[in-house]
């Protein structure tokens, strides 16, 4: 038995398909399917039922599957012993970050970060919060970069800033003749763009501008991304919410279109979780530097008139 097998038969848990998990591992179908064979040979049991579509594990299966996660996050915690003593930034770091801030904070440090540090390798995947929490909980990234909500306290946290959420409104909309919006304004507002739910960013201002619900407003546009519903107002209809750093890619145009919320200001607070149980501080310390040290300093501290969402 080998951590490579190992690594085999949790990349087909994943995928739940021979094609794609050998994809994932860059390897041939034919090399990880005879890998997993000698697995299953050696412990004389099916760890795969290959009768169902998609691939699903055996009940025993799922069980060494389970024990197979925990031996490879034990082995990768041997590996950043030695590094978090070398304080060596080296190695491969995996972060999942929401698609509500990797546009607009990825540019700000990430190249840079690559070319300091070209010995790390840094995986970035977009990924709600849930999904997060489930593959930090199932060790397939090393750290999330999301903004704070309730139910994060079996994580460590670390602040990294604090953004305001900026209305964004269509010269056509009532309330582009306003030069400061109010929850009030907004609650009512007919042609509101929102992101799907799921999205913390959504249940925030939702909950901030006292919208029971899309349904409770005048009329609430789901699915879709920041940025489509960006182009939809600068097309002409509706609004919607954006980031303060989504403000700073704005060309002189597309500013006339972004208005402030009266105080106090909804803010949501940057975060970056790891498990308890995270070796690599140093190499954690460095990359909250490198974020912080890429955002203006007035977004380093709650400042007076904002209120936390």
Same mark, same amino acid.
């Given at each position: 038995?080998t951590l490579q097998?190992?690594?085999?038969?949790?990349?087909?848990?994943r995928?739940?398909h021979?094609?794609?998990?050998?994809?994932?591992?860059?390897v041939?179908q034919?090399t990880?399917?005879?890998m997993i064979g000698?697995?299953?040979?050696?412990?004389?049991?099916?760890?795969?039922?290959?009768?169902?579509?998609? =691939?699903c594990p055996t009940?025993?299966?799922?069980?060494?599957?389970? &024990?197979?996660?925990?031996?490879l996050?034990?082995a990768?915690?041997? $590996?950043?012993? %030695?590094?978090?003593?070398?304080?060596s930034i080296t190695?491969?770091?995996?972060v999942?970050?929401l698609?509500?801030i990797?546009?607009?904070?990825?540019?700000?440090?990430?190249?840079?970060?690559?070319?300091?540090?070209?010995?790390?390798?840094?995986r970035?995947?977009? @990924?709600?919060t849930?999904e997060?929490?489930?593959?930090?909980?199932?060790g397939?990234?090393?750290?999330?970069?999301?903004?704070?909500i309730?139910?994060?306290?079996e994580?460590?946290?670390t602040?990294?800033?604090?953004? $305001?959420y900026m209305?964004? %409104?269509?010269?056509?909309d009532?309330?582009?003749?306003?030069?400061?919006l109010?929850?009030?304004?907004?609650?009512?507002?007919?042609?509101?763009?929102?992101?799907d739910?799921? *999205?913390?960013?959504?249940?925030?201002?939702?909950?901030?501008?006292?919208?029971?619900?899309?349904?409770?407003? &005048?009329?609430a546009?789901?699915?879709g991304?920041?940025?489509?519903?960006?182009?939809?107002?600068?097309s002409?209809?509706?609004?919607t919410? =954006?980031?303060?750093l989504a %403000? @700073?890619?704005?060309?002189d145009?597309?500013?006339?279109l972004?208005?402030?919320?009266?105080?106090?200001t909804?803010?949501?607070?940057? =975060?970056?979780?790891?498990?308890? *149980?995270?070796?690599r501080?140093?190499l954690l310390e460095?990359?909250?530097k490198?974020?912080?040290d890429s955002?203006? $300093?007035?977004m380093?501290?709650?400042g007076?008139?904002?209120?936390?969402?």
């Amino acid at each position: 038995m080998t951590l490579q097998q190992l690594e085999y038969i949790l990349a087909v848990d994943r995928y739940r398909h021979f094609g794609k998990a050998a994809e994932a591992c860059n390897v041939t179908q034919p090399t990880l399917s005879a890998m997993i064979g000698k697995l299953e040979e050696e412990l004389n049991a099916k760890l795969f039922d290959r009768n169902q579509q998609p =691939i699903c594990p055996t009940p025993i299966g799922g069980q060494v599957i389970s &024990q197979a996660r925990q031996v490879l996050q034990q082995a990768d915690s041997i $590996k950043d012993i %030695v590094a978090e003593e070398k304080q060596s930034i080296t190695g491969i770091f995996r972060v999942g970050i929401l698609p509500t801030i990797a546009p607009y904070l990825l540019p700000r440090f990430f190249p840079q970060l690559m070319t300091k540090y070209p010995a790390l390798d840094i995986r970035v995947r977009e @990924m709600k919060t849930h999904e997060i929490k489930e593959a930090l909980i199932r060790g397939d990234i090393d750290a999330g970069i999301l903004a704070t909500i309730e139910g994060l306290e079996e994580y460590t946290q670390t602040t990294l800033f604090y953004e $305001k959420y900026m209305g964004y %409104v269509s010269r056509e909309d009532a309330l582009f003749s306003k030069e400061i919006l109010r929850t009030s304004d907004v609650a009512t507002s007919k042609d509101l763009w929102l992101l799907d739910e799921g *999205h913390c960013f959504r249940d925030q201002m939702i909950r901030f501008c006292q919208m029971k619900s899309s349904q409770t407003s &005048q009329l609430a546009y789901n699915l879709g991304s920041m940025e489509t519903f960006m182009r939809m107002v600068e097309s002409g209809k509706g609004i919607t919410f =954006i980031p303060e750093l989504a %403000v @700073m890619q704005l060309t002189d145009q597309q500013k006339e279109l972004v208005r402030p919320f009266a105080i106090p200001t909804p803010t949501r607070e940057l =975060i970056l979780i790891t498990n308890k *149980h995270f070796i690599r501080q140093s190499l954690l310390e460095m990359i909250v530097k490198e974020i912080q040290d890429s955002v203006p $300093k007035t977004m380093l501290k709650l400042g007076a008139g904002q209120a936390l969402v």
